[in-house]
């Protein structure tokens, strides 16, 4: 049976036990609307860690949106039965004042120098087109860690930038080991997220053309072509169709993230985008170049 928790202090205590005699923690930290991608982080903490636990929690910190936020699908039951059925020991949740205890405000919002800075790897695309997101984010990150004290965090390449800002936390502060998996796509190529039971059937098929915009890049990338604009206008047009706002479509060099894009030829390339679909903003990524060693 799997331990469900309603609050960080609950979860602090029971993986002090789980991390006795030297035993390792596996830890996936998710907002729930649990699916396969989720899933596969799931099963890969598992096989690597003696214990595995998970949290489900919305964090309204991280949502520069308020209707993004309200909408973002939640249904915890289904997520903890998902959890339990592949062996999860414990899964808990929280709330602003159980993370924060005595630093909200009278309105309940946190104050805002309990905020963290999220460092360099927050500057450009998702940073400049969510302002707020990853401090939002990281806040709660660490208060997470914190309180779990894991042996291995596990995270999705599908959400790039977090993985650069979750590392660089997790470099400062010397733990944990930061496991980053990849993308896991429905057979169509669109890359699994909560927020795609938002789309209609007809909102999915069009969705498709961000994965494609991404392998068009890499198909040209694999023939050689290394300038970045010429690689940027590949991904833009395949992307570019009625319906579907680009809020970017940009490349970056995954070894030395800059704010700004690349100009000229590029000797190693990762292809980003966030395009709306159906007002549902939607987020995907794929290396061009070999990936890093390590990522
Ligand atoms: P979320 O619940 O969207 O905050 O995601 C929780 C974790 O699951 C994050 O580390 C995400 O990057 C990861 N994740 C979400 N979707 C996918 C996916 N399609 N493939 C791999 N990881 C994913």
């Given at each position: 049976m799997i331990v469900e928790l309603a609050s960080p202090a609950e979860a602090r205590a029971w993986c002090l036990g789980a991390r006795a005699a030297g035993r390792t923690l596996g830890f996936v930290p998710t907002m729930g609307a649990l699916h396969e991608g989720h899933l596969e982080l799931v099963a890969r903490a598992l096989r690597e860690n003696d214990v595995t636990c998970a949290s489900v929690y919305v964090n309204p910190?991280?949502?520069?949106d308020r209707a993004d936020f309200e909408r973002y699908p939640r249904d915890f039951a289904a997520d903890a039965r998902r959890l339990e059925a592949l062996g999860v020991a414990m899964v808990f949740t929280g709330t602003l004042a159980g993370f924060f205890p005595g630093d909200l405000r009278a309105d309940g919002?946190?104050?805002?120098?309990?905020?963290?800075?999220?460092?360099?790897?927050?500057?450009?695309l998702e940073g400049a087109h969510r302002p707020g997101h990853f401090a939002g984010m990281i806040t709660i990150v660490e208060r997470l860690f914190d309180c779990v004290q894991p042996t291995r965090a596990y995270f999705g390449q599908k959400d790039y930038q977090q993985t650069l800002v979750v590392r660089d936390l997790a470099r400062r502060q010397k733990r944990p080991e930061i496991v980053v998996c990849p993308t896991s796509r429905e057979r169509s190529g669109l890359a699994r997220s909560s927020?795609?039971?938002?789309?209609?059937k007809s909102e999915l098929d069009r969705a498709v053309c961000l994965s494609r915009g991404l392998k068009a890049a890499e198909k040209a990338w694999k023939k050689g072509l290394r300038d970045a604009q010429a690689l940027r206008a590949i991904l833009q047009a395949e992307i570019a169709r009625p319906g579907v706002e680009i809020e970017y479509a940009e490349l970056r060099d995954p070894e030395r993230w800059t704010a700004s894009a690349p100009q000229g030829n590029m000797k190693r390339a990762i292809a980003l985008v966030a395009a709306r679909v159906g007002g549902v903003r939607l987020i995907d990524n794929m290396y061009l170049s070999a990936p890093p060693r390590g990522s």
């Open positions: 910190l991280q949502f520069n919002t946190l104050k805002p120098a309990r905020l963290l800075a999220p460092g360099p790897s927050a500057e450009g927020r795609n039971m938002l789309l209609s």
